[in-house]
T-cell receptor, first 111, second 111 residues
Framework: LAKTTQPISMDSYEGQEVNITCSHN???????ITWYQQFPSQGPRFIIQ???TKVTNEVASLFIPADRKSSTLSLPRVSLSDTAVYYC????????????FGTGTRLQVTL | NAGVTQTPKFQVLKTGQSMTLQCAQD?????MSWYRQDPGMGLRLIHY???????DQGEVPNGYNVSRSTTEDFPLRLLSAAPSQTSVYFC??????????FGPGTRLTVL
């Protein structure tokens, strides 16, 4: 399983763009990169997933360089409600689902 | 479409008692997993299943049993509860490309 490394915490002001980078040096060819968001007392919620280059949806963008050894989750114009823990996962469920969560990045957004 | 449901929401046990945490999904996903999350920590994988009749161990399987007799249900059994099992337990169901949907969690306290 690919091990991931993320910053433990980040602070931002409301309205700023936040970029959270995840390192996954031993990512395998079949592995996808997935980001989850977790609020206190709730289960993680899927944000975005990608395999290479750039993926964008209504809440975030995911940038993946050509070597795929890292990825960056970009949250545009964060608000107070984006305060949460963000997890980067690397894995593939083609034949098995054994996703491992790291400790995540705790994002604190203030006014 | 309820997604992933878990019961009970809260449970208090005495040391040595056994119980079963229920998890059900109505999305017809093959993959289901159980995680535990201790205060201020990330999620740790207990057991997972890639389909009915197939289960395997995750990072922290000791003290827990699972079975998967149907696609919909994936119960987690605590054989003899210990204070170290005090945690929040999350069940997840996922698809082929690692997007997993989490239940609301069961908060367990073992006295």
């Amino acid at each position: 399983l690919a091990k991931t490394t993320q910053p433990i915490s980040m602070d931002s002001y409301e309205g700023q763009e936040v970029n959270i980078t995840c390192s996954h040096n031993n990512i395998a060819t079949n592995d996808y990169i997935t980001w989850y968001q977790q609020f206190p007392s709730q289960g993680p919620r899927f944000i975005i997933q990608g395999y290479k280059t750039k993926v964008t949806n209504e809440v975030a963008s995911l940038f993946i360089p050509a070597d795929r050894k890292s990825s960056t989750l970009s949250l545009p114009r964060v608000s107070l409600s984006d305060t949460a823990v963000y997890y980067c996962l690397v894995g593939f469920t083609g034949t098995a689902s054994k996703l491992t969560f790291g400790t995540g990045t705790r994002l604190q957004v203030t006014l | 479409n309820a997604g992933v449901t878990q019961t009970p929401k809260f449970q208090v046990l005495k040391t040595g008692q056994s119980m079963t945490l229920q998890c059900a999904q109505d999305m017809n996903h093959e993959y289901m997993s159980w995680y535990r999350q201790d205060p201020g920590m990330g999620l740790r994988l207990i057991h997972y299943s890639v389909g009915a009749g197939i289960t395997d161990q995750g990072e922290v399987p000791n003290g827990y049993n699972v079975s998967r007799s149907t696609t919909e249900d994936f119960p987690l059994r605590l054989l003899s509860a210990a204070p170290s099992q005090t945690s929040v337990y999350f069940c997840a169901a996922g698809g082929r490309t690692d997007t997993q949907y989490f239940g609301p969690g069961t908060r367990l306290t073992v006295l």
